[in-house]
């Protein structure tokens, strides 16, 4: 088959695909050059950068393109229903990251605590601002209030309880025989009251964004709030409202309303703890994407 990996992808998955006698060609295109480049191969492989809409399908369709894989989770960057209904199947890799973002998700939570962000930041400019980071808080103890209790939602759960946390979840959906001494599902409403730490892990959720100005009103004073999942999922001039008035205590940022980020009121925020969509980024991650990648191609 030949095969087009745009986004880049594990060497080691590279080498068994082209072991096997499958012709893979890396290269990013451009948007405007995407769909005429897709018509030449039997799958594509892409990650977060590139994104694969409707045009690209039109003009990809009547063509070899059998398949589209997503190396990741949120399949938000491509029109999956538009290439379903044109015959293009789209995969995902969904559990090959989940214990990497729920750990980003948990440094968050401990850079947000403990200043960990800021504190080396000003270190960096010769500040020494002992005073003003030593007022943090334990995680021991607390609750941890998990919005979407899918695969990531729980891992960081587990981590949670064994760093002595309380966790209660919110969920449309509720795991059968999950529910213990130190986790337990509530409502969204009991989950915002309730909660010292707040993670989001719902997909992408259209419409209104889940944590709005009425659900930030809802939470605790002085509640750390982390947003690995997707950033439309948060309005972030709401959050920023809540970081300055105090209600926030701390924000840990993975996602985005825009990427590559601009909203720099917020970033530039001394309690916000951000990365740059890197929940996935790590070695063990992309050797898993790669693997369950090599599978569904192996699977065709
Ligand atoms: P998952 O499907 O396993 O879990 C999502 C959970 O959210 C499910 O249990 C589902 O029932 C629940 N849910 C859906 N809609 C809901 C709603 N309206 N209210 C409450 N719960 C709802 O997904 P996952 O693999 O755990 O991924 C979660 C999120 O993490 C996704 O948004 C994904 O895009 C994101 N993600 C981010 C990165 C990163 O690099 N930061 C990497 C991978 C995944």
Known sequence: MRILVTDGMDKTALETLRAKGHEVVEQFYAPEELGEAIRDFDVVVVRSATKVRANHIDAAKGSRLKLIIRGGVGVDNIDVAYAEANGIAVKNTPRASSNSVAELALAHMLSCARFVSIAGHTMREGKWEKKAYGKGVELGGKTLG???????????????????????????????????????????????????????????????????????????????????????????????????????????????????????????????????????????????????????????
């Not at 899918?150 to 959906?173: E, K, P, S, T």
């Not at 909660?195 to 930030?216: Q, V, W, Y």
């Not at 924000?251 to 530039?268: C, F, I, R």
């Open 146 to 300: 998990v919005i979407g209790y899918g695969r990531i939602g729980q891992a960081l759960g587990r981590m949670a309880q064994g760093l002595g946390m309380n966790v209660v979840a919110y969920d449309i959906f509720h795991v059968e025989g999950i529910e213990c001494e130190t986790m337990h599902y509530v409502t969204m409403d009991e989950l915002l009251a309730q909660s010292d730490f707040i993670s989001l892990h719902t997909p992408a959720i259209d419409g209104k964004p889940l944590i709005n100005r009425e659900n930030i009103a809802k939470m605790k004073d002085g509640v750390i709030f982390v947003n690995t999942s997707r950033g439309n999922n948060v309005d972030e001039e709401a959050l920023l409202e809540g970081l300055n008035s105090g209600k926030i205590r701390g924000a840990g940022l993975d996602v985005y309303a825009e990427e590559p980020a601009k909203n720099e009121a917020l970033l530039n925020h001394p309690n916000v703890s951000c990365t740059p969509h890197i929940g996935a980024a790590t070695k063990e991650a992309q050797k898993r994407i790669g693997q369950e990648i090599v599978s569904i191609i192996e699977s065709m």
